[in-house]
T-cell receptor
Framework: DAKTTQPPSMDCAEGRAANLPCNHSTISGNEYVYWYRQIHSQGPQYIIHGLKNNETNEMASLIITEDRKSSTLILPHATLRDTAVYYCIVRPIYNQGGKLIFGQGTELSVKP | GAVVSQHPSRVICKSGTSVKIECRSLDFQATTMFWYRQFPKKSLMLMATSNEGSKATYEQGVEKDKFLINHASLTLSTLTVTSAHPEDSSFYIC????????????FGPGTRLTVT
């Protein structure tokens, strides 16, 4: 079973920041938080991952709370092409048996 | 970034026939590959995990004799849907975990299977 909880859908205006929340209250110390997104009829695309520090890359920022029980993915300037389903996943990174188990994700609609 | 390809991207087959889907890691080696299926408006469901040179591990409820997985090399895994039926129609997605680095996992573009 997925170990994360996300809102099923969100809307965002084009050009504004999209803030996607994720709850992972049962996360353990050796588990990372991963974010992937899936644009319609394509394979999932890696966005970002983190352990406890905030992370930023060219696509997004990841803010993880101090207790690590929740996180927020931030797309700073959403475009229409960011419309997709966003998945928040926790898994141990160094465990070769670790699997990416997808929950229901958040369907983000970016509107003009 | 690392690229995973799938072939074919779309396939239509008749009920009772078998279909093979290939998954290749193009610019990296992958000891572990994963196969998912996805029904319309649903999330990805992990079917099986395959390690190069050994038998695949199937998730609960997935028939190993129906979904044959072969991981013959560090860059190629195949999924064969045997005796396909209309209910096997789905979007099949493979994923490959890199040998090097921190075990990053990359996804293919998916294969749309339609069984008539």
């Amino acid at each position: 079973d997925a170990k994360t909880t996300q809102p099923p859908s969100m809307d965002c205006a084009e050009g504004r920041a999209a803030n996607l929340p994720c709850n992972h209250s049962t996360i353990s110390g050796n588990e990372y938080v991963y974010w992937y997104r899936q644009i319609h009829s394509q394979g999932p695309q890696y966005i970002i991952h983190g352990l406890k520090n905030n992370e930023t890359n060219e696509m997004a920022s990841l803010i993880i709370t101090e207790d690590r029980k929740s996180s927020t993915l931030i797309l700073p300037h959403a475009t229409l092409r960011d419309t997709a389903v966003y998945y928040c996943i926790v898994r141990p990174i160094y465990n070769q048996g670790g699997k990416l188990i997808f929950g229901q994700g958040t369907e983000l609609s970016v509107k003009p | 970034g690392a690229v995973v390809s799938q072939h074919p991207s779309r396939v239509i087959c008749k009920s009772g026939t078998s279909v093979k889907i290939e998954c290749r890691s193009l610019d990296f080696q992958a000891t572990t590959m994963f196969w998912y299926r996805q029904f319309p408006k649903k999330s990805l469901m992990l079917m099986a995990t395959s390690n190069e040179g050994s038998k695949a591990t199937y998730e609960q409820g997935v028939e190993k004799d129906k979904f044959l997985i072969n991981h013959a090399s560090l860059t190629l895994s195949t999924l064969t849907v045997t005796s396909a039926h209309p209910e096997d129609s789905s979007f099949y997605i493979c994923s490959a975990r890199a040998v090097s680095g921190r075990g990053e996992q990359y996804f293919g573009p998916g294969t749309r299977l339609t069984v008539t």
